[in-house]
């Protein structure tokens, strides 16, 4: 287990640059505001939604719009985008609560829409060199760890994400075997999605973004995805 302070990105290049998507959240701020803060970052490029163009994860042709605005190459990419209350409707408990629509639309937000970004900024990563692939996941899509059941749209599109991720991981490795891709379980986190949900014990998204971006400098190409939270612990998949 590591700390959650954060003292930069030492296992990336000097001047390396950062592309935070979702930066209007909570956690996407304070990813901004912790890579800001590191003097080795050459550049933190902040994507919110509607800038630098009118983007939704529900459309491709949006999300190719968004890449064209940019050009790499990107030695850190912060997906932190996702949306646990869609519609003002929070996560089914029961099975009898499912609905088709909000299924689609979970998997749509939190898996789907991510996936097309990995694609669509795939080729602007730098090659021949260290490059982190980091995307908000939820210890809720472990398979492994479901132990209470419940919440089965966010459950649902949070594995699928996870497996798409393990996917483009292997890909990825034959073509940039320096790459490391993870998902990220944030902790119970202060923030506009969670704020129906948690308790006092939630921690400020400083905390959760500092504690994962310490625990990705940690992590070591492995050819596979890897799944870990703001201490730096794996978590089964």
């Not at 459309?59 to 064209?68: N, V």
């Not at 504690?211 to 703001?230: C, E, I, K, M, S």
Request: hydrophobic fraction near 45%.
């Amino acid at each position: 287990m590591i700390q959650t302070s954060f003292g930069g990105m030492l296992s990336l290049r000097a001047g390396y640059r950062a592309l935070v998507i979702g930066a209007s959240g909570g956690l996407g701020q304070a990813f901004v505001q912790a890579l800001q803060s590191d003097p080795a970052c050459g550049l933190v490029q902040a994507v919110s939604r509607g800038q630098p163009c009118d983007w939704d994860l529900r459309d491709a042709a949006s999300l190719s719009e968004l890449a064209s605005q940019f050009q790499g190459p990107w030695h850190l990419v912060v997906d932190a985008t996702g949306a646990l209350t869609l519609n003002g409707q929070g996560p089914e408990k029961r099975l009898q609560e499912l609905n088709a629509e909000r299924l689609m639309h979970s998997l749509q937000v939190n898996a789907l829409g991510p996936a097309l970004l990995m694609q669509q900024f795939s080729s602007q990563l730098a090659r021949g060199e260290r490059v982190i692939w980091a995307k908000l996941s939820a210890r809720v899509g472990s398979i492994e760890d479901n132990h209470k059941g419940g919440w089965y749209g966010y459950r649902s599109a949070k594995a699928a994400l996870n497996q798409l991720l393990q996917t483009t991981a292997i890909e990825w490795a034959r073509q940039r075997p320096l790459a490391v891709v993870a998902a990220l379980q944030p902790g119970t986190v202060r923030s506009a999605l969670s704020q129906p949900f948690v308790g006092d014990d939630a921690i400020d998204p400083q905390v959760s973004a500092q504690g994962l971006l310490q625990a990705l400098d940690h992590l070591q190409p492995t050819g596979r995805a890897q799944f870990v939270d703001y201490r730096g612990q794996a978590i089964a998949w």
